[in-house]
């Protein structure tokens, strides 16, 4: 099965901070990845899909890059209310696996 | 507006059994692959189950295969996972997961909306 990286586990940065988040993918998956933003208590917000597109709705400080195995996340200028959980996810086939996650706090 | 509503989670001793159910409405529920998804206290997101629009086509996390069976009922526009021989390692919240239908491979898709989850707790 293809096991999906994240990086960092957590991080903690200033309120305007560009940050940055890595997926990486044990074998390619050409673009079929999706962002994830889950705040405590509550389920996962669906963000990106197609690794780069953003669903309608979402602020467009959060943006996605890559193909076939590496894959990043960027918040260009970190807000008080992105502070949450990020997971990547594969869907190019079963198992759907995700990454095991990155804490974003403010500093 | 798309909602997913499950229900069905409590406390179960080991080796019992607990069968979730997710209420959809808003959408074609017929027209959209469907998943479940579990987390357990604390960590990570954990793909359980997929299942096909109708039902041809059911897929399982190697953790679960063999115990849990996903079904749905398009007519009743719900989802179902039935969960037997529950470990202590099942604990967590499971969301019931929508699959979008905007660039999607050829067998699956991203999750465009879920559930507010049902908790499930195996202990004894």
């Known amino acids: 099965d293809i096991q999906m990286t994240q990086s960092p586990s957590s991080l903690s940065a200033s309120v305007g901070d560009r940050v940055t988040i890595t997926c990486r993918a044990s074998q390619g998956i050409s673009n079929y990845l999706a962002w994830y933003q889950q705040k405590p208590g509550k389920p996962p917000k669906f963000l990106i899909y197609a690794a780069s597109t953003l669903q309608a709705g979402v602020p467009s400080r959060f943006s996605g890059s890559g193909s076939g195995t590496d894959f990043t996340f960027t918040i260009s200028s970190l807000q008080p209310e992105d502070v949450a959980t990020y997971y990547c996810?594969?869907?190019?086939?079963?198992?759907?696996?995700f990454g095991q996650g990155t804490k974003v706090e403010i500093k | 507006e798309v909602q997913l509503v499950e229900s069905g989670g409590g406390l179960v001793k080991p080796g019992g059994s607990l069968r979730l159910s997710c209420a959809a409405s808003g959408f074609t529920f017929r027209s959209h692959r469907m998943n479940w998804v579990r987390q357990a206290p604390g960590k990570g997101l954990e793909w359980v189950s997929s299942?096909?629009?109708?039902?041809?086509?059911?897929d399982y996390a190697d953790s679960v295969k063999g115990r849990f069976t996903i079904s749905r009922d398009n007519a009743e526009n719900s989802l179902y996972l039935e969960m037997n021989t529950l470990r202590v390692e099942d604990t967590a919240v499971y969301y019931c997961a929508r699959e979008g239908a905007w660039y999607c491979s050829s067998t699956s898709c991203y999750f465009d909306f879920w559930g507010q989850g049902t908790l499930v707790t195996v202990s004894s």
């Open positions: 299942i096909s629009s109708s039902s041809d086509y059911k």
């Open positions: 996810q594969k869907y190019n086939s079963a198992p759907l696996t």
